[in-house]
């Protein structure tokens, strides 16, 4: 019996978000929005997606000892989710600034702060976290070595999810443990190596123009399913079972920030539930599509009452 549906491995920032009618070019100075402030960060935003979903939740992350902290660990006791994992102190709490553009698309940067300092030592102390957690999830605003650590601490049984962002190549090690690894197309791009769409060989299968062949060339690379997440065209899963589209939800998005967030979240809680990967990851697309609705990170993601209710 697990105490936990998943647990969140990951970053926890402050969203400095600035709307703008534009973002700048190279040396342009644009006018933009009041700074609006928001709880946020990929690790504490999934938390709190699977929390109002209803998923058992917890958090290990670090922030620093700071009113930015002290944000961000409302917000997670407010969704529900156990925060025993948060560790606090050693560096300043992590911060993203974030652009956001009538069409709802952002521009982010991440200052890592105390992400930075989530070490593998944290991990292994969190053992009892991982052997109490049906599911575990990970993105890449901490250490590599920390999320390499993390795989090696999964209990036997758990399934272990990634979104690998901000992209970077991956050890066989870690993408072999996982089920799935969902990217978008540019995270794609950079796991497969950098090249470009259409002309070139990536581990003897041909790398095409469509998403269908960078999931099978994923696949290829170890890991045991791939979702390709396709904004407004919805998203793309694939196993050894084959390659399956999901459709997306039509809606006018406001804000995407947090939008993949809420997805991962939601698709991870469902796999855990016994869901098919095509099943998780539609319902994965109805949260997103809420979320996009609504300003912000962690204070657009719904409830499983208002994704019903869509």
């Keep these: 019996m697990y105490d936990y549906d998943l647990l969140v491995v990951g970053s926890a920032n402050a969203d400095l978000v600035i709307g703008v009618e534009r973002r700048p070019a190279a040396g342009e100075t644009v006018l933009g929005s009041d700074l609006a402030v928001h709880p946020g960060g990929k690790g504490a935003n999934q938390a709190v997606a699977a929390a109002r979903l209803g998923a058992r939740t917890a958090l290990l992350a670090r922030i620093g000892d700071d009113a930015y902290g002290r944000l961000l660990l409302d917000s997670q006791r407010a969704a529900g989710v156990d925060t025993v994992g948060v560790l606090v102190g050693g560096a300043p709490t992590g911060i993203a600034l974030i652009t956001v553009d009538p069409s709802g698309d952002n521009s982010i940067v991440v200052s890592p702060g105390a992400n930075g300092r989530l070490t593998p030592e944290d991990v292994r102390a969190a053992a009892g976290l991982f052997h109490a957690s049906r599911v575990v999830s990970a993105q890449l605003e901490i250490p590599l070595e920390t999320v390499v650590e993390v795989v090696r601490s999964l209990a036997p049984g758990s399934r272990f999810v990634l979104n690998p962002s901000p992209p970077r190549p991956l050890p066989a090690e870690v993408l072999a443990a996982c089920d799935p690894l969902i990217v978008n197309e540019h995270e794609a791009k950079v796991i497969l ?28 690379k170890g890991p045991k399913s791939v979702v390709v997440t396709l904004g407004s065209q919805g998203a793309l899963v694939a196993s050894a079972e084959g390659v399956e589209r999901v459709a997306a939800v039509q809606v006018e998005a406001v804000d995407t920030t947090g939008a993949g967030d809420s997805f991962t979240a939601a698709l991870a809680w469902k796999l855990g539930a016994g869901s098919s990967l095509p099943e998780a990851a539609a319902y994965a697309a109805r949260v997103g599509a809420v979320a996009v609705t609504r300003r912000g990170a962690q204070e657009s993601f719904p409830t499983a009452a208002e994704v019903e209710a869509r």
């Design 193 to 220: 190596g950098g090249v470009a769409v259409g002309d070139a060989e990536v581990g003897g299968a041909a790398f095409g123009d469509r998403p269908e062949d960078w999931a099978r060339v994923l696949l290829a």
